[in-house]
């Protein structure tokens, strides 16, 4: 039987995400939210392996007071308690802060866990850093990006698509995996799953001063990254018209384009 920890996060659910200009953070609490997907993927992989082998899953994430809602849907689906970090202190924190608060945490709640497992990254921001930084904080193996995995012994095979090639990776437990969107299909809530969830929820927040964690080691203060400007992407089109024989016109295509199209297709062109 194994103790797991499974972090989630909660993103939010709109398009247009809605971000403070001043300090180039999302304003979370002003967007409906959801379970971030890759988290979803974690989450479900952690299911399993109980399933299989057995196992207590903890769920754990930081934000807001309503990312305790995806503490709620993790309940639902199977996990067998939560943990909410939230305080206004670790608002704002980048991926530095946020994998030393998770450390910190993890420690003081699950100091005897076995595997720790993470979505491979969050569909707000695509860092994919969260994760190895965790296992760094807590000196343990990790392994990121995670397609398949089996426990034998307390010991995890796994497989992952690297390069185009197929790794297999052992590793000793402790340890931390991330899990990509290709691992499985996450499982829906079942509705005894959701009323175990809301009748008899097992959720504990926690605060900065809960774990013994300075204002100044987290959020915006503990973070080394600035974000120094926050702007919306524009596509920029502009019609280019070629005319001469088709030699000609592929000629000066790839004498004008030729490095933009080779760096698309992660070609050199002039090799070829």
Not at 75 to 86: F, K, W, Y
Not at 110 to 120: E, R
Not at 215 to 231: A, D, E, F, M, R
Request: one cysteine or more; glycine letters at 8%; charged letters at 25%.
């Amino acid at each position: 039987m194994l103790n797991l920890v499974v972090c989630i996060k909660q993103v939010p659910m709109v398009s247009e995400l809605p971000w403070d200009p001043k300090s180039g953070t999302l304003r979370r609490e002003l967007a409906e939210g959801m379970m971030n997907p890759a988290c979803a993927n974690a989450l479900e992989e952690a299911l399993q392996i109980k399933h299989r082998i057995g196992g207590n899953i903890v769920a754990i994430t930081m934000g807001p007071p309503m990312a305790e809602e995806v503490l709620f849907e993790a309940i639902a689906m199977g996990a067998d308690r939560g943990v909410l970090l939230t305080d206004p202190c670790l608002a704002g924190g980048d991926t530095f802060a946020t994998s030393y608060t998770l450390a910190r945490a993890i420690e003081k709640e699950c100091p005897d866990f076995d595997l720790i497992l993470c979505g491979c990254y969050t569909s707000d921001s695509e860092t994919a850093q969260v994760g190895p930084q965790l296992a760094e904080e807590l000196d343990i193996p990790g392994v990121a990006y995670v397609e398949q995995l089996e426990i034998k012994r307390r010991k995890v095979r796994m497989h992952r698509l690297s390069d185009n090639f197929i790794e297999t990776l052992e590793m000793d437990l402790p340890g931390l995996i991330t899990v990509t969107p290709q691992a499985n299909a996450p499982r829906y809530p079942t509705l005894g799953g959701v009323e175990t969830a809301f009748d008899q929820p097992d959720i504990k927040i926690l605060g900065a001063h809960d774990l013994g964690l300075e204002p100044k080691t987290v959020g915006i203060p503990g973070s080394p990254t600035k974000i120094l400007n926050v702007y919306s992407a524009t596509a920029e089109k502009r019609n280019v018209i070629i005319k001469g024989t088709p030699k000609k016109i592929v000629d000066e295509l790839f004498e004008k384009f030729g490095d933009r199209i080779g760096g698309a297709i992660g070609k050199d062109l002039k090799t070829h």
